[in-house]
T-cell receptor, first 113, second 115 residues
Framework: GENVEQHPSTLSVQEGDSAVIKCTYSDSASNYFPWYKQELGKGPQLIIDIRSNVGEKKDQRIAVTLNKTAKHFSLHITETQPEDSAVYFCAARGRGGGFKTIFGAGTRLFVKA | EAGVTQFPSHSVIEKGQTVTLRCDPISGHDNLYWYRRVMGKEIKFLLHFVKESKQDESGMPNNRFLAERTGGTYSTLKVQPAELEDSGVYFC?????????????FGNGTRLTVT
């Protein structure tokens, strides 16, 4: 079945710097890659997603890139702000996995003011 | 539009006891999922309902876990008898369809502690 690896597990950056979180997946049939942000006491919320027919997608300060050949995808947050501090999860989904969404272990991002 | 709601938000029980978690999906969402996160690890899939039918229960750990969705609306997840390793945060999510144009909407989770 699908397996998603996520790195790093913890990331600390200074306010205004960029943050990058990287994920790899194992199932080449996966074709949808969402990213979720989980704030304290809340459930994960979708912040951006990318489909396999696209290599990059941007939404204001966040961007995702996908390399299907290498089975890598990444989240980039620019000009980080304290409110970006949260746990971020990457995930993969596709027909091969019965459309189950498979998650990485999460990255705890700290943005220091 | 009301989001996915879960009850209770926290539950502390002793080993051997029974606990029932409840999830109310977004109205009109036929697909309902249960996930669990054990501290520091991935959000792990447990099972998937389409309306009242179990579409995929491959992630259920063992027969101490029983999920139901009678009538295709809210769902319950019962753990009986609870063991220490069942501790974690149980998330429920719903989606309109199973296709890739239908993201998961999560509830705030139930934090279960088994002592």
């Amino acid at each position: 079945g699908e397996n998603v690896e996520q790195h790093p597990s913890t990331l600390s950056v200074q306010e205004g710097d960029s943050a990058v979180i990287k994920c790899t997946y194992s199932d080449s049939a996966s074709n949808y890659f969402p990213w979720y942000k989980q704030e304290l006491g809340k459930g994960p919320q979708l912040i951006i997603d990318i489909r396999s027919n696209v290599g990059e997608k941007k939404d204001q300060r966040i961007a995702v890139t996908l390399n299907k050949t290498a089975k890598h995808f990444s989240l980039h947050i620019t000009e980080t702000q304290p409110e970006d501090s949260a746990v971020y999860f990457c995930a993969a989904r596709g027909r091969g996995g019965g459309f189950k969404t498979i998650f990485g272990a999460g990255t705890r991002l700290f943005v220091k003011a | 539009e009301a989001g996915v709601t879960q009850f209770p938000s926290h539950s502390v029980i002793e080993k051997g006891q029974t606990v029932t978690l409840r999830c109310d999906p977004i109205s009109g969402h036929d697909n309902l999922y249960w996930y669990r996160r054990v501290m520091g690890k991935e959000i792990k899939f447990l099972l998937h309902f389409v309306k009242e039918s179990k579409q995929d229960e491959s992630g259920m750990p063992n027969n101490r876990f029983l999920a139901e969705r009678t009538g295709g609306t809210y769902s319950t997840l019962k753990v009986q008898p609870a063991e220490l390793e069942d501790s974690g945060v149980y998330f429920c999510a719903s989606s309109q369809t199973v296709g890739n144009n239908s993201p998961l909407h999560f509830g705030n989770g139930t934090r279960l502690t088994v002592t």
